[in-house]
């Protein structure tokens, strides 16, 4: 049985305008990411876009389709994501006690926090296989000249063999290998999750800026599909280090509920604007409509789904066309 984990961080720990770090890393068997993949080049090929998934990068709705149905095909597979939260502040609070700097400090969690994630995804694999079987498991990395200086790679197969020997696990890692997000489907899937954790949990959607809202309706129409909400809460496994030995795990949905209350109430707000206007300019078309209202033309597909709101068809029937075929 072969197993595979992708890694990736957000907010490097000496960044000193950052209060947190995230690490994320995601898992599943070879045969199940492979099947994903050839799922999200599919969506790829509908949408007539081969640019890489990226949640920072996503500051436009142009491509709203191919990113809604990317999560939604993801988050509807049998996958596991685990995203530990470090309080940099406890960190370097952690760092001082021992001398370390800001530089020694990454090197060192650098090491530390992976193999903490990994070994969270594989310490039960029986349920991949007969508890006998012996589970291959392949690590890719985001590329990073840092991870190579550091020699992370070998260093993360020594650890997490040591922890299998010592612990009597059926897993023995055998590679670790550096990998290009750009030719990576799971390694933007990655980035794109942790991206919307690390935006929830630091509640961007109230910043109000146009980049923002059009974060936020994405989330928020993944969300409201079929049962992606609470997959989204039980397959995302959030964790916060700050600066004692244990792990925290935290509650997902403690940062989701705000975001569902928020983004709720601004869309009735919206929605009635756009019935107002309709109602008074029947024949108004969604050009003119989308200049009284004052959206920018990178929320147009947000326009077009509130208009399909209100008009019975479903605000995302849209975006869920062609996916099932």
């Known amino acids: 049985m072969n197993y595979l984990i992708y890694f990736d961080e957000s907010n490097k720990i000496d960044q000193f305008n950052k209060e947190f770090s995230y690490y994320g890393a995601y898992s599943g068997t070879d045969n199940a990411l492979a099947n994903l993949v050839k799922q999200i080049r599919k969506i790829y090929k509908n949408s007539q876009s081969n640019r890489e998934l990226h949640f920072r990068e996503y500051t ?8 809604f149905q990317s999560l939604h095909t993801v988050i509807n597979e049998n996958i596991r994501i685990n995203i530990l939260i470090v309080n940099n502040e406890d960190a370097f609070s952690a760092a001082d006690k021992i001398g ?12 530390k926090i992976p193999e903490r994630l990994f070994y969270g995804l594989t310490r039960d694999l029986s349920h991949i296989g007969n508890n006998s079987d012996l589970v291959n498991v392949k690590i890719k990395i985001d590329s990073n000249d840092e991870y190579d200086k ?12 040591a922890h299998s020997a010592y612990r009597n696990k059926n897993y023995r890692v055998n590679k670790v290998i550096s990998q290009d997000s750009e030719k990576s489907i799971p390694l933007q899937i990655v980035d794109t ?26 989330i928020s129409r993944f969300l409201s599909v079929e049962n992606n909400i609470n997959r989204f809460q039980k397959q995302i496994r959030l964790f916060k280090w700050t600066g004692n030995e244990e792990l925290t795990q935290i509650n997902i949905a403690e940062y989701l509920s705000p975001f569902i209350v928020y ?10 604007k756009i019935q ?9 078309s969604t050009k003119e409509l989308r200049v009284m209202l004052e959206y920018p033309n990178t929320r147009l597909r947000q326009l077009l789904g509130y208009k399909d ?7 995302n029937t849209y975006l869920l066309e062609d996916i099932y075929k």
Not at 263 to 272: A, F, G, L, P
């Open 60 to 67: 436009k709705d142009t491509h709203i389709k191919k990113y």
């Open 100 to 111: 370390l700097s800001a530089t020694e400090l990454r090197n060192l969690f650098y090491i």
């Open 150 to 161: 550091l020699f992370l790679n070998d260093k993360i197969i020594e650890q997490m063999n």
């Open 193 to 218: 999750f942790m991206g919307i954790v690390v935006f929830l949990l630091e509640q961007g959607f109230l910043e109000q800026s146009d980049h923002s809202i059009v974060k936020s309706d994405l």
């Open 263 to 272: 983004k709720t109430n601004y869309d009735i707000n919206e929605i009635t």
């Open 276 to 284: 107002k206007l309709l109602l008074e300019y029947p024949e108004i």
């Open 309 to 315: 709101q209100i008009n019975g068809i479903g605000r």
